[in-house]
């Protein structure tokens, strides 16, 4: 058995899940085919990084975006607060992005970003990060 924890999410349409261990299928009708998505693993976001992770003072993140478009990075607390808000244009070349991490408590932060460039398809990934003092 497995705890989970479900969060309504703020800034965005959908839900978010966070949990102690694996995430069971929503539904098994014994064909054994279930698909789903889990929040903690990255969708490819064309080689985006996250560092250092466990955090103490700031988390970096490296874009090595090659397209004009926006950029938005959520950074919400282990009870689903968002505590980080940030809509950022690109111009077409890599850039970085520092998120200082001094202010906040330690434990868990889920940072989503999600990448639109012109006339592309969004394209969304969410990551844990670890804070720690």
């Known amino acids: 058995m497995t705890l989970v924890n479900t969060m309504q999410n ?5 839900l978010i899940i966070v949990t102690n261990g694996f995430i069971q299928p929503p539904v098994d009708d014994a064909a054994g085919d279930e698909s789903y998505i889990t929040t903690t693993k ?11 992770n466990p955090a103490t003072n700031y988390v970096m993140i490296e874009f090595p975006v090659q397209e004009a478009g926006k950029i938005r990075l959520t950074l919400y607390n282990s009870m689903g607060e968002m505590v980080y808000d940030k809509q950022i244009t690109t111009y077409g070349q890599g850039m970085k992005e520092r998120i200082s991490m001094a202010a906040f408590m330690q434990g868990t932060y889920m940072l989503r970003v999600v990448t639109t460039g012109t006339g592309a398809t969004p394209k969304e990934a969410v990551y844990k990060i670890f804070k720690a003092n």
């Open 10 to 14: 703020s800034g965005f349409s959908g």
């Open 42 to 52: 990255p969708v490819p976001n064309d080689n985006l990084r996250v560092y250092p």
